[in-house]
């Protein structure tokens, strides 16, 4: 009986230790979206969760553009 609990103990750790997101503070939920000028929004992606060094990675690759015509800004936006 023992060794079931030490085995099932065993098994929900190392569940818990292979997550993505470890650390809540290190996890945003991002989107690329498209502003005007003024701040109104124009459009907006889907909502992805990213963590670490996935976060760093999606924002490195999405920098913030200005469309010289409309003055139209699409950034990536998290919370």
């Not at 230790?17 to 503070?25: E, I, V």
């Not at 907006?44 to 490195?60: H, T, V």
């Amino acid at each position: 009986m023992k060794r079931n609990l030490l085995f099932g103990a065993a098994i929900l750790f190392i569940a818990w230790a292979a997550t993505s997101c470890n650390d809540l503070g290190d996890c945003q939920f991002c989107k690329i979206v498209e502003r005007t000028s003024g701040g109104d929004l124009v459009n907006s992606g889907s909502e992805s969760e990213y963590c670490g060094s996935d976060l760093d990675a999606f924002k490195a690759a999405n920098p913030t553009i200005t469309n010289p015509v409309t003055g139209n800004v699409t950034k990536v936006e998290c919370h």
